[in-house]
T-cell receptor
Framework: DTEVTQTPKHLVMGMTNKKSLKCEQHMGHRAMYWYKQKAKKPPELMFVYSYEKLSINESVPSRFSPECPNSSLLNLHLHALQPEDSALYLC????????????FGSGTRLTVV | AQSVTQLDSQVPVFEEAPVELRCNYSSSVSVYLFWYVQYPNQGLQLLLKYLSGSTLVKGINGFEAEFNKSQTSFHLRKPSVHISDTAEYFCAVLYNFNKFYFGSGTKLNVKP
């Protein structure tokens, strides 16, 4: 299995909703990442987990809350989002932290209304 | 400061013509270099990577890139493009095993 699987593919949520994005990989990778990508822009790093511990938080607002329950799963909990948070959220993994190549999921297209 | 520069935001080209997408990076002790492709509404797919060894790297879909240390460049090339190559292409660099940077992206638009 050489894939990173993200669910859901699309999500529409109101500003008062609570939702979660899920990411799963079974490649034995020990580093996992959340990126946010706005239209026509490169991905921006949000969080990095290494061996299930939060390694990097790129000053992301607290309405985004990551969780890594085990080495294969990465969640992103969303609460009280703003319309400007609408974007493509990408999960990635690598063998080790900042390893020699990331494998990306296909992303969750999030729209906040 | 370390950075990755993709000077061309858009590259239009006719089908079956050759194409080169340019990428320059900041000089550093150690760099790993990558090209990713992103089709509309999809995630990023690794095209190729340079870690060490031969400076000419071959990737998927007929793409190749050449690592040029003296010019701090890693340009992506394909001798004959197809309509299906229309996508956004991102150059990325891992500096000193520490920080991963994306370029701003180049939109390749292949016309019939």
């Amino acid at each position: 299995d050489t894939e990173v699987t993200q669910t859901p593919k699309h999500l529409v949520m109101g500003m008062t909703n609570k939702k979660s994005l899920k990411c799963e990989q079974h490649m034995g990778h020990r580093a996992m990442y959340w990126y946010k990508q706005k239209a026509k822009k490169p991905p921006e790093l949000m969080f990095v987990y290494s061996y299930e511990k939060l390694s990097i938080n790129e000053s992301v607002p607290s309405r985004f809350s990551p969780e890594c329950p085990n080495s294969s799963l990465l969640n992103l909990h969303l609460h009280a989002l703003q319309p400007e948070d609408s974007a493509l959220y990408l999960c990635a993994s690598s063998q080790v932290l900042q390893g020699n190549g990331y494998t990306f999921g296909s992303g969750t297209r999030l729209t906040v209304v | 400061a370390q950075s990755v520069t993709q000077l061309d935001s858009q590259v239009p080209v006719f089908e079956e013509a050759p194409v080169e997408l340019r990428c320059n990076y900041s000089s550093s002790v150690s760099v790993y270099l990558f090209w990713y492709v992103q089709y509309p509404n999809q995630g990023l797919q690794l095209l190729l990577k340079y870690l060490s060894g031969s400076t000419l790297v071959k990737g998927i879909n007929g793409f190749e890139a050449e690592f040029n240390k003296s010019q701090t460049s890693f340009h992506l090339r394909k001798p004959s493009v197809h309509i299906s190559d229309t996508a956004e292409y991102f150059c990325a660099v891992l500096y000193n095993f520490n920080k991963f940077y994306f370029g701003s992206g180049t939109k390749l638009n292949v016309k019939p």
